[in-house]
């Protein structure tokens, strides 16, 4: 590597693998590159890539220098150097994303230019090289994310839009910098550049420019180009509706296989399973692994293997009645598709609380990361549950916080937990146990400050001065835009296979003489698995299992 190279700061626990994120690849490495690019000359000065750019390709220099800058308003900070034998670019080259910086030639000289589609073919048949190229991609966007050198958040953690924005763009993977207006003393100068005020918040600055104030996760999503356009006309193999464990497992396996696959999330890739602190049952992973990452791998595993996303687009119809099936995203575009895939999962039950809205983002959570723990550090807080996600935010969070209250309305944790949990639970002297109780009211003013829980068994009552409850009961299927098109059950989630009994196949009107596939609903090439699915077992394991199994099926639909 040459001697004047100058890396993109990573975090600590990166910094042994600096040489992986910046590698400089071999004569033998470069000339296979050459088959899927073309020689391109380039000039001192020369721009090869802005912000915002589109369809961004990638660089190996062959001669000379490429510098890359993170660019706000009319500022650069210069982020890393490539010399000869190195390349340019992060996980956005195969994502399709807009660019997140500036490219510039330091020197004349010649660089190897591959665009998107040709670096997809390049890291899908070249197993030496893709290994090289996404593990760069994918350590130097966590040297972004941890450095924070992104778009500009401004807000306050005594906003629930704040939290709101901060979760999308973490669980979506993009770097940004939050400016926290209770704490930080330059933040005036900043509001008076970009023209906002107290009222406007949160803000996000995207791209330096643009300025967003309270935003959707719609329009932050295009703001910062997640999504490409769609072609109403194009009748897509498989449209997977929602991108939990089960959806993206359907899109890589889907995707590896040939099949053309777009999928459609509502928040951020990873669903319920995004939010855990921490996994440790799921196989080959040992010392356990966080929701996110697991979803971030996922994601990155979809995206080389060619499967598309909108984000913050969900499914608000699907229209059952003729083929191609339709799904309309509630906001007048719609997407055509020979299969569907239904993978909304579920939500955590809402505690039947009059003001429980009022508190939600700013005292009532539902999720338990990194993020919320830092909101309730050294805090009394409250989980209520008995799940296996109750019991991972418990613990995660008793790491962080001055004690966790685990609220449980049975009598014990045996039926509900895996074994593992419960004897952590039961060995921290920083989580106790309640049970058989309830939480019956929240109190407060613009944060959650008091809670009243109640023994059900006794009746007694007592209120507690708790800021911090994390609510992760039940569940509840998302099934609410199917519009009629599917068998359910009684709770509302979808029947598939032998489930469905002769007379609800006959009320569906099932049209083939052979009986639904395993994970096949009432309607013949719509499928559904996860949580959303009838007679799930509520595992991240059962649910990548589910969505990997039922690709199997979509192939033998597709020749119905």
Same mark, same amino acid.
């Given at each position: 590597?040459?001697?004047?190279?100058?890396?993109?700061?990573?975090?600590?626990?990166?910094?042994?693998?600096?040489?992986?994120?910046?590698?400089?690849?071999?004569?033998?490495?470069?000339?296979?590159?050459?088959?899927?690019?073309?020689?391109?000359?380039?000039?001192?000065?020369?721009?090869?890539?802005?912000?915002?750019?589109?369809?961004?390709?990638?660089?190996?220099?062959?001669?000379? @220098?490429?510098?890359?800058?993170?660019?706000?308003?009319?500022?650069?900070?210069?982020?890393?150097?490539?010399?000869?034998?190195?390349?340019?670019?992060?996980?956005?080259?195969?994502?399709?994303?807009?660019?997140?910086?500036?490219?510039?030639?330091?020197?004349?000289?010649?660089?190897?230019?591959?665009?998107?589609? #040709?670096?997809?073919?390049?890291?899908?048949?070249?197993?030496?090289?893709?290994?090289?190229?996404?593990?760069?991609?994918?350590?130097?966007?966590?040297?972004?994310?941890?450095?924070?050198?992104?778009?500009?958040?401004?807000?306050?953690?005594? =906003?629930?839009?704040?939290?709101?924005? @901060?979760?999308?763009?973490?669980? #979506?993977?993009?770097?940004?910098?939050? &400016?926290?207006?209770?704490?930080?003393?330059?933040?005036?100068?900043?509001?008076?550049?970009?023209?906002?005020?107290?009222?406007?918040?949160?803000?996000?600055? *995207?791209? $330096?420019?643009?300025?967003?104030? &309270?935003?959707? =996760?719609?329009?932050?999503?295009? *703001?910062?180009?997640?999504?490409?356009?769609?072609?109403?006309?194009?009748?897509?193999?498989?449209?997977?509706?929602?991108?939990?464990?089960?959806?993206?497992?359907?899109?890589?396996?889907?995707?590896?296989?040939?099949?053309?696959?777009?999928?459609?999330?509502?928040?951020?890739?990873?669903?319920?399973?995004?939010?855990?602190?921490?996994?440790?049952?799921?196989?080959?992973?040992?010392?356990?692994?966080?929701?996110?990452?697991?979803?971030?791998?996922?994601?990155?595993?979809?995206?080389?293997?060619?499967?598309?996303?909108?984000?913050?687009? $969900?499914?608000?119809?699907?229209? *059952?009645?003729?083929?191609?099936?339709?799904?309309?995203?509630? #906001?007048?575009?719609?997407?055509?598709?020979?299969?569907?895939?239904?993978?909304?999962?579920?939500?955590?039950? &809402?505690?039947?609380?009059?003001?429980?809205?009022?508190?939600?983002?700013?005292?009532?959570?539902?999720?338990?990361?990194?993020?919320?723990?830092?909101?309730?550090?050294?805090?009394?807080?409250?989980?209520?549950?008995?799940?296996?996600?109750?019991?991972?935010?418990?613990?995660?969070?008793?790491?962080?916080?001055?004690?966790?209250?685990?609220?449980?309305?049975?009598?014990?944790?045996?039926?509900?937990?895996?074994?593992?949990?419960?004897?952590?639970?039961?060995?921290?002297?920083?989580?106790?146990?309640?049970?058989?109780?309830?939480?019956?009211?929240?109190?407060?003013?613009?944060?959650?400050?008091?809670?009243?829980?109640?023994?059900?068994?006794?009746?007694?009552?007592?209120?507690?001065?708790?800021?911090?409850?994390?609510?992760?009961?039940?569940?509840?299927?998302?099934?609410?835009?199917?519009?009629? *098109?599917?068998?359910?059950?009684? @709770?509302?989630?979808? @029947?598939?296979?032998?489930?469905?009994?002769?007379?609800?196949?006959?009320?569906?009107?099932?049209?083939?003489?052979?009986?639904?596939?395993?994970?096949?609903?009432?309607?013949? $090439?719509?499928?559904?698995?996860?949580?959303?699915?009838?007679?799930?077992?509520?595992?991240?394991?059962?649910?990548?299992?589910?969505?990997?199994?039922?690709?199997?099926?979509?192939?033998?639909?597709?020749?119905?």
């Amino acid at each position: 590597m040459p001697q004047n190279t100058v890396r993109m700061p990573l975090p600590e626990a990166l910094a042994s693998r600096a040489p992986q994120a910046f590698p400089t690849l071999s004569t033998d490495q470069i000339e296979r590159i050459c088959a899927h690019g073309r020689l391109r000359p380039v000039t001192a000065g020369e721009v090869l890539v802005e912000p915002g750019d589109e369809s961004v390709s990638l660089f190996v220099v062959k001669r000379g @220098k490429l510098q890359v800058f993170r660019v706000f308003g009319d500022s650069e900070t210069f982020i890393v150097e490539h010399g000869p034998g190195q390349f340019s670019g992060e996980i956005i080259l195969l994502s399709g994303r807009p660019a997140l910086g500036r490219i510039r030639a330091a020197e004349p000289g010649e660089v190897l230019e591959v665009d998107r589609e #040709n670096l997809l073919a390049l890291v899908q048949t070249d197993p030496e090289l893709g290994e090289i190229l996404m593990r760069a991609f994918i350590l130097r966007r966590m040297g972004l994310i941890a450095s924070q050198t992104g778009d500009v958040v401004l807000g306050s953690d005594h =906003n629930a839009d704040t939290l709101r924005v @901060k979760e999308f763009l973490t669980r #979506n993977g993009h770097p940004y910098r939050y &400016k926290d207006l209770d704490q930080e003393a330059d933040m005036q100068e900043l509001l008076d550049r970009f023209h906002v005020g107290l009222d406007d918040i949160p803000v996000l600055i *995207c791209r $330096g420019e643009v300025v967003l104030r &309270k935003p959707t =996760n719609a329009q932050i999503a295009d *703001c910062l180009g997640f999504n490409s356009a769609i072609d109403p006309a194009q009748v897509r193999d498989l449209v997977v509706v929602g991108a939990g464990p089960a959806g993206l497992a359907a899109a890589v396996y889907a995707a590896s296989e040939g099949l053309d696959v777009l999928v459609l999330e509502t928040t951020a890739p990873g669903g319920q399973a995004g939010s855990s602190s921490r996994i440790e049952n799921y196989l080959g992973f040992p010392n356990g692994i966080s929701g996110l990452e697991l979803a971030s791998r996922a994601y990155n595993q979809a995206i080389k293997f060619g499967a598309q996303f909108t984000i913050a687009r $969900g499914a608000a119809r699907l229209t *059952c009645d003729r083929k191609p099936f339709t799904v309309d995203l509630g #906001n007048g575009e719609t997407i055509r598709a020979r299969i569907v895939l239904i993978a909304t999962g579920a939500e955590y039950r &809402k505690l039947p609380l009059e003001n429980l809205s009022r508190f939600e983002g700013v005292g009532v959570y539902y999720a338990a990361t990194f993020m919320e723990s830092q909101l309730c550090r050294d805090e009394e807080v409250i989980v209520v549950g008995g799940g296996n996600s109750a019991g991972q935010a418990a613990v995660f969070l008793s790491g962080a916080s001055r004690h966790v209250h685990l609220l449980v309305r049975s009598d014990s944790l045996a039926s509900s937990m895996s074994r593992y949990l419960i004897r952590r639970i039961e060995e921290s002297d920083r989580i106790t146990l309640p049970t058989r109780t309830e939480i019956r009211a929240l109190a407060g003013t613009d944060h959650l400050e008091r809670i009243t829980w109640q023994n059900n068994q006794t009746g007694q009552e007592e209120e507690r001065a708790i800021r911090h409850v994390f609510v992760m009961t039940g569940a509840a299927p998302n099934t609410g835009w199917l519009n009629g *098109c599917l068998a359910l059950d009684g @709770k509302g989630f979808i @029947k598939t296979g032998s489930d469905l009994s002769e007379e609800a196949l006959a009320t569906a009107r099932w049209p083939l003489a052979r009986p639904p596939f395993s994970l096949e609903t009432s309607l013949p $090439g719509v499928f559904a698995v996860g949580d959303v699915r009838c007679g799930n077992v509520k595992r991240v394991a059962s649910a990548v299992g589910e969505g990997s199994v039922a690709v199997s099926q979509v192939h033998q639909a597709l020749r119905d």
